[in-house]
């Protein structure tokens, strides 16, 4: 019913910035969480940035916590990660997910999506 793409991914050097931009369609009026998560090969999938789209409270992985931001505009329902201070360790398909929680704090990294985006690939090379 929700409907996830992503796009930004791309290939960068160490210290280089990027923008990865999710944009829901669908049955929106359901979503009000929205997140984040990174995959490398042979690598478990874990989480990087949520936000609860009613108050736009966010939280981060230690890993990426002050380098990466993740916001909003809820006029496109779309959901953007700010990266920036890339490191080769970023590397990884990165995917966006979304569902209905109901309240701000079980939308978290740990939380069982129900929606999942195909993935953007971002590559920072040394």
């Known amino acids: 019913q929700v409907r996830l793409a992503e796009s930004g991914g791309d290939s960068v050097q160490t210290g280089g910035s990027l923008t990865l931009s999710c944009t829901a369609s669908?049955?929106?009026?359901?979503?009000?969480?929205m997140g984040w998560f990174r995959q490398a090969p042979g690598k478990e999938r874990e989480g990087v940035a949520t936000?609860?789209?009613?108050?736009?409270?966010?939280g981060y992985s230690d890993s990426v916590k002050g380098r990466f931001t993740i916001s909003q505009d809820k006029v496109v329902n779309t959901v953007y990660l700010q990266m920036n201070g890339l490191k080769p360790e970023d590397t990884a398909m990165y995917y966006c997910?979304?569902?209905?929680?109901?309240?701000?704090?079980?939308?978290?990294?740990?939380?069982?999506?129900?929606?999942w985006g195909h993935g953007t690939q971002v590559t920072v090379s040394s």
């Open positions: 997910a979304a569902d209905r929680v109901l309240e701000s704090v079980i939308c978290n990294n740990y939380h069982p999506f129900h929606s």
């Open positions: 669908g049955y929106t009026y359901s979503t009000n969480c």
């Open positions: 936000i609860y789209l009613p108050s736009s409270s966010t």
